[in-house]
């Protein structure tokens, strides 16, 4: 598994890197209200991911474990029916365009965009899919790499060069440089496909997509309504306010989501040979490493965003704590989310999910309307927290399964919680900052092996 964590690692690194690299540049270059255009444009590209495909073709990597034949025409099956898809709602778009422009509060050309977005994001899932089952995470950084790098690179120039609306500007350097990679895309799929739709794979798709499709729409709803709302009942400025926190804080996500992928091969062998003791040590690993990222994005995250970011975006890192706090808890339901999926008890994952995502939305409609983005924030950790509790008691009710993360997770939450408070409440300065993250780093890797030595000298 860490062998290729850190193939799967170099993709956050690179994503890390980018992500300060672009931060001087696009908050000076961009107003806090266009910035908060451009993500609010992001938001609605996420969700539109899922509905205009209807996530259809995300059985392709699951299909891949069942090790049958057939591979070849479920990948084409769900490409076309995708394709379809896509065909269906951009007519509805271009009908009814004056509603749309009125509900999401965008101009027509930024909704047009959301479908080359959304073409790209097919064969971009399915190669992913295809590579993560087959371990090829050095290809998968690479290509990652490259595409995110050459379009900040493209829009950054033209953002200087060129007197357009900049939030458009960053939109299509973003799709001529993804456009050019689907060729690449469809190149490494091809060699996997068959020119076949059969009722086979028609049948593994609705039974596998279709239940996961209140999930998929409600995580990615989860995660990006707050922004929607905030455009809507705010204004744009505050949009860019709170994203810019929200990309400081989510890089402990984009830490722990390549790690995830990476440990997805190795969870599902150890499953299928019920090597559990192996499960739980490299559970614990993964909680470790979750827990150290997430007391560095506070301790650091901050000094080095004001430093870098100019200040006009200073004062939405004031949530940068708490929406830390919520994503600790994402991951605790990803991690117990897993077995759900292998259970294929998706239905579970769905209903939690979907029930958040009401909950998310009916705490925005009270504290955003009052507390802007600040609400916003909190809304997102209490949601956050809520899934959380939900899987472990899906986890141990429905599954019935001997839960060994609980006790550790909950062994490093009260120190993570007191470390949180005291940055919050101490105004501490660098080095003792520096000092408390090596004192955290020696309770979360040292303390089992000062066990082994003490069991040694007895």
Not at 6 to 27: G, K, R
Not at 78 to 107: D, R
Not at 227 to 238: F, I, K, Q
Not at 324 to 344: C, E, H, P, W
Request: charge should be positive; aromatic fraction near 16%.
């Amino acid at each position: 598994m860490f062998k290729h964590a850190i193939n799967y690692l170099s993709i956050p690194f690179a994503s890390v890197l980018l992500s300060f690299v672009s931060i001087p540049v696009l908050t000076n270059l961009m107003e806090p209200g266009e910035y908060g255009t451009l993500y609010t444009f992001l938001a609605y590209v996420a969700i539109a991911n899922i509905v205009l495909t209807l996530n259809l073709h995300s059985s392709v990597g699951r299909y891949w474990y069942e090790k049958e034949k057939g591979l070849g025409e479920l990948i084409t099956t769900s490409i076309v029916l995708s394709g379809v898809m896509i065909s269906f709602f951009l007519v509805l778009a271009i009908i009814y365009s004056k509603e749309l422009t009125s509900v999401m509060n965008m101009e027509l050309t930024y909704i047009y965009l959301i479908f080359p977005f959304s073409i790209i994001a097919i064969l971009s899932s399915i190669f992913n899919q295809i590579n993560v089952a087959q371990r090829q995470s050095k290809l998968i950084a690479k290509v990652s790499i490259f595409k995110n790098y050459a379009a900040f690179v493209v829009g950054a120039s033209s953002l200087v060069l060129l007197p357009y609306e900049k939030p458009l500007i960053m939109i299509i350097a973003n799709i001529i440089i993804s456009g050019f990679m689907t060729i690449f895309f469809i190149k490494n799929i091809w060699e996997y496909m068959i020119l076949k739709i059969n009722m086979k794979s028609l049948k593994y798709i609705f039974s596998y997509s279709v239940p996961l499709i209140p999930y998929a729409l409600s995580g990615v709803f989860l995660a990006q309504i707050d922004r929607t709302m905030l455009n809507s009942l705010v204004g744009p400025e505050a949009v860019g306010l709170y994203s810019f926190s929200y990309t400081i804080a989510n890089l402990f996500m984009v830490g722990m989501g390549s790690l995830l992928t990476a440990w997805t091969p190795s969870f599902f062998e150890e499953m299928n040979n019920n090597n559990y003791e192996k499960l739980a040590y490299e559970s614990e690993i993964l909680i470790k490493i979750a827990f150290f990222i997430s007391v560095g994005v506070v301790f650091f995250g901050d000094d080095i965003a004001r430093l870098l970011a100019n200040e006009k975006f200073h004062e939405g890192l004031v949530v940068l704590p708490v929406l830390v706090i919520g994503f600790l808890f994402q991951f605790s339901f990803q991690l117990y989310g897993r077995s759900m999926g292998y259970d294929k008890k998706t239905v579970w994952i769905s209903g939690l999910i979907v029930f958040i995502s009401v909950l998310n939305l009916y705490l925005n409609s009270l504290f955003i309307p009052v507390y802007g983005f600040y609400g916003a924030a909190v809304t997102t950790m209490i949601s956050y927290f809520i899934l959380g509790v939900c899987g472990i008691v899906v986890y141990r009710l429905v599954l019935k399964r001997q839960d060994y993360m609980f006790k550790i997770f909950i062994k490093f939450l009260f120190p993570f919680l007191f470390l949180l408070l005291t940055d919050i409440f101490v105004m501490m300065n660098l080095y003792v900052e520096v000092l408390l993250l090596l004192l955290w780093t020696v309770i979360l890797f040292r303390i089992e092996m000062f066990k082994v030595y003490l069991k040694y000298l007895k």
